[in-house]
């Protein structure tokens, strides 16, 4: 895949209408969206001629042959590297979302076709220091001693009392669970992977992520998790693709490539890392970036009932793959054997534990404090725990 050389800022100064000052980039705290950088690519008729050809470079399946070998594409790309759009990136949750995606795209796909890409939303901001360990629902948790609790059926309870989860929720089991008598299929998985993105966008996390990420203590618990995207439908299919070939289909669309680009960031470390998940342990950045993969083509899901051992993966396989085995093994434990998603301070394996810890030291200060011990207060730990209880944060802000 073309990657361009060094590139000179002449380029763009040089042009009718410059499009860059010459000076490096500098840091950013604020950034333009790319339907924002788009539209001041178009009020520049340098600009919008070169971004004209670069999306015909990219129509069809010989895109890469294009990039690589047509002077007029590199050409093209090249302006475009200086121009707004290249340093453009997109909101979560954005009105436009798809249209932002698909303009960032036009510009980065094929630059890193043979590594992994880079994320085109926002940086997920760090979360205030005191907002790192917070509440989680009322029921949420289960005593050890109580083997008949079952949080996933809480979970259920509590998003029927909220109208918007209630009514989300209900859409996406009906559509999901409908016969496709056209195609001879138990369902449509295009419109059921439409329903759960409308579901997990519409709908607070208080109520989503407590489905999705349920703490279990029994079979029937955990399989009731499994089965909240109605998997049937919405994950499994006759055969299980290649995982490479998965990816490949996935980076063919920009909204599947953009989630997965955001997952690696959000969720993935290196085996030598000293911390648990990106972004300083930022477990919650990664939650949301495994839920938003959910209606895509790499939607992942729990692989069987267990719950002391559970397993998460994109319905595919390594089997295969030939001489690529390694690279193929490599990218299916970036979810079947995630630190991120399985560390017990705030993961998946118990997406509450730092809750459960919380509880813990809520009970000794209110126990020493009812017993007028000073040294309650001393307990900076302690003390320091009661004010995040006592704050009730949402455990998904």
């Known amino acids: 895949m073309y990657v361009p050389s060094a590139l000179s800022m002449s380029l763009a100064t040089s042009a009718p209408g410059s499009l860059g000052t010459g000076s490096a980039p500098k840091a950013q705290t604020e950034w333009v969206d790319c339907i924002q950088a788009s539209d001041m690519c178009n009020q520049n008729p340098y600009c919008s001629s070169r971004y004209r050809v670069m999306r015909q470079c990219l129509v069809g399946k010989e895109k890469e042959a294009m990039l690589d070998n047509n002077r007029e594409c590199q050409a093209a790309l090249e302006v475009l590297l200086v121009s707004p759009l290249y340093d453009c990136r997109c909101k979560r949750g954005m009105k436009k979302e798809l249209q932002c995606l698909q303009n960032y795209w036009t510009i980065h796909m094929g630059l890193n076709e043979d590594m992994d890409d880079s994320s085109p939303y926002e940086p997920v901001p760090q979360p205030a220091p005191n907002r790192m360990l917070t509440v989680a629902p009322k029921g949420f948790h289960c005593p050890d001693a109580e083997r008949n609790c079952n949080p996933c059926l809480d979970a259920a309870k509590a998003c029927n009392l909220n109208n918007s989860c209630k009514k989300q929720r209900s859409s996406y089991i009906a559509t999901c669970s409908k016969e496709d008598p056209n195609k001879g299929e138990t369902c449509s998985k295009k419109r059921c992977h439409k329903a759960l993105r409308m579901f997990l966008d519409r709908v607070p996390t208080e109520f ?18 499994r089965q909240t995207i109605v998997p049937d439908c919405s994950y499994k299919d006759k055969e299980k693709p290649n995982c490479l070939e998965l990816r490949r289909v996935c980076r063919q669309d920009s909204l599947c490539r953009s989630r997965l680009a955001d997952y690696m960031v959000n969720c993935c470390v290196t085996p030598h890392s000293a911390s648990t998940c990106p972004n300083q342990d930022n477990h919650q950045a990664c939650l949301a970036s495994y839920t938003r993969l959910i209606g895509t083509d790499m939607t992942p899901n729990y692989v069987d009932s267990s719950f002391s051992n559970w397993t998460i993966s994109p319905w595919c396989t390594c089997k295969g793959s030939g001489n690529q085995e390694e690279e193929c093994m490599n990218f299916l434990q970036y979810f079947t054997d995630n630190t991120c998603l399985k560390h017990d301070r705030g993961s998946l394996k118990h997406p509450h534990a730092f809750f ?26 302690a003390f320091n725990m009661y004010h995040c209880v006592d704050n009730a944060f949402s455990p998904f802000q």
Do not use: I, W
């Not at 989503?208 to 998790?225: D, I, K, M, V």
């Open 208 to 225: 989503s992520h407590r489905l999705l990420f349920c703490p279990c203590q029994t079979e029937g618990c955990a399989e009731r998790r």
């Open 356 to 381: 459960y810890r919380e509880v813990k030291y809520r009970r000794l200060f209110l126990a020493m404090a009812a017993r007028a011990v000073p040294s309650a207060l001393q307990d900076t730990t």
